[in-house]
């Protein structure tokens, strides 16, 4: 018999999932199609490789206890992750023999996430893609700075090795000084901890816990691909890069993940209206952000945000009454400092502030993760 | 006249919306719904809210530009997501009238979630149902 689902955990499933060690990466909460109480073991030939973002899918063959051959979907991480891990188009081949642990989908397809790959005719472990941060200097690098000692929030100098800030210390907005247990993407352990998060409306909240429970798949970010306006653009796998246009006194924050959107901030003292040419008050994912410097801090007032996206991972509501007020302290070369002050009084009862930080990913570019490059 | 103003309005806004209803992932009431409200002899068959949420009030039109009903003592209870619009209005004879609207909020997850229910005035009644355009 060469297919088996695995319906008692066993111990044996156990300890290959802890030696895969995979910290997920994903564009979207793997929970939410997913079901990690239904784990699978999978074993068959490689159909196909489809080598797209925003996730790899291995198809393959599989025969079930009745001898039908079947063909499985197998969803893994982006080509991005995979490449980081080892990976590449070729690592695996239609013809190819492999066992694949992992979990089934929820609505009982023919798919699972692959949470390990072997592969049969040697046996080697294939999937072993880590994504946690890389270790921090072991002294911190001082701050770069511009010639007037502003610091640089982008790349260390003219022409200096590329760069870009990833890996959040914190990847879904609580309230500073909240400690709740959530995944990666904001998906909460205990669903009781759901009005400790920040001090939602009734409304906001019974709408946070129905999000919550549905293991956020409706999160229009994983269905349709939407902009990760907002605090999520630095809550994502794939980071952000500061371009610094000092001659016109702006910045564009360039957004790994999602469809690899920008953003512009203007320290040029122009109001929240007006920006672009033509929309005025037209609400926009990314709202308006005009700056200044507050000493070596850049603090950020955005307004003018539209509703049609989840400004964080987890799918805490907002409305266009959203004001979010941004500062970022480049603390030392490595690290970003991020708070945020959220003011809604459609969906908060007070102010609230998140902080967290990002670390310098030195010598690379910025992924480039285009969502919509696999959707229809 | 007034049926035909309602249609008419109702071709404009299917032309500038087309078919596609926009995503909406705030307040889950606010925005334009477009339905019936069924066996209504004075205002008619069909009927257009405009709901917005101001952070304490959820405010609106119902047939704005037809009737030009404003909403009153709007409620939303996310405790089933049961709603509750009143309106005073006038018959064609010109006299009072206040419409009660009792609802729950249907597929909330989905941009084109709707609203379903009852309403009633001083003397008729009938179901009322209406999706998010």
């Keep these: 018999m060469r297919f088996r689902l695995v319906r008692v955990f066993a111990p044996a499933l156990a300890v290959s999932v802890l030696a895969a060690a995979v910290t997920v990466a994903a564009h979207h909460e793997i929970l939410a199609k997913f079901d990690d109480k239904k784990p699978l073991t999978l074993t068959g030939v490689v159909t196909l490789v489809d080598w797209r973002n925003p996730h790899v899918h291995v198809f393959m063959d599989v025969r079930d206890q009745k001898s039908q051959m079947l063909n499985w979907a197998i969803e893994l991480e982006s080509p991005i992750d995979l490449q980081r891990g080892g990976w590449n188009k070729d690592s695996l081949k239609p013809g190819d023999s492999i066992t694949v642990e992992g979990m089934a989908a929820r ?16 046996g080697r472990r294939i999937l ?75 409304w906001a909240r019974a709408l946070y816990i129905e999000r919550q429970r549905r293991f956020l798949q409706d999160d229009p970010m994983y269905l349709n691909c939407k902009p990760p306006g907002g605090p999520r653009q630095f809550e ?62 850049f603090v950020v007032d955005t ?38 002050t959220i003011e809604d009084q459609g969906a908060y009862t007070r102010p609230w502030t998140s902080s967290s930080t990002l670390r310098w990913v030195a010598g690379e570019d910025l992924p480039r993760h285009i969502c919509q490059e696999n959707r229809s | 006249m007034r049926a035909f103003a309602f249609i008419l309005a109702l071709s404009f806004a299917t032309l500038l919306g087309g078919s596609q209803v926009a995503a909406q992932e705030g307040h889950p009431l606010k925005g334009s719904w477009l339905g019936t409200w069924a066996g209504n002899k004075i205002h008619g068959n069909d009927v257009l809210v405009v709901l917005n949420w101001d952070g304490k009030n959820i405010t609106g039109m119902i047939n704005p530009g037809t009737d030009n009903m404003a909403v009153k003592n709007a409620t939303l209870n996310p405790d089933g997501w049961v709603v509750h619009l009143e309106a005073d209005a006038k018959d064609k004879s010109g006299a009072a009238l206040t419409y009660v609207i009792d609802g729950k909020i249907e597929d909330l997850r989905l941009p084109n979630r709707s609203i379903t229910g009852t309403w009633k005035n001083q003397r008729e009644s009938g179901v009322f149902k209406v999706g998010r355009q």
């Design chain 1, 128 to 202: 072993t893609a880590s994504f946690a941060a890389p270790p921090p200097p072991l002294s911190p690098r001082p701050t770069p700075r511009w010639p007037d000692r502003q610091p640089r929030l982008g790349a260390a100098a003219a022409g200096a090795a590329p760069g870009y800030w990833a890996y959040p210390s914190s990847t879904a907005l609580v309230e500073n000084g909240v400690n709740v247990p959530m995944s990666t993407y904001g998906l909460l352990q205990n669903i009781a901890d759901a009005s400790k998060v920040a001090p939602l409306q009734p």
């Design chain 1, 236 to 297: 994502l796998p794939y980071g952000v890069q500061f371009v610094e246009d000092r001659e016109h006194q702006r910045i564009f924050v360039l957004i790994g993940s999602g469809n690899s959107n920008y953003r512009i901030i203007y320290s040029d003292g122009r109001g929240q209206k007006g920006q672009v040419g033509g929309d005025d008050d037209n609400p926009l994912y990314y709202g308006r952000s005009v700056a200044k410097w507050d000493g070596d801090t």
């Design chain 1, 107 to 122: 609505n009982g397809s023919r798919q699972a996430w692959g949470k390990s790959v072997v592969l049969g005719n040697t």
């Design chain 1, 303 to 340: 307004t003018g945000f539209n509703e049609d996206f989840w400004f964080t991972n987890g799918g805490l509501p907002h409305t266009d009454q959203l004001r979010l007020v941004e500062r970022f302290s480049r603390t030392d070369f490595d690290t970003m400092k991020y708070d945020v």
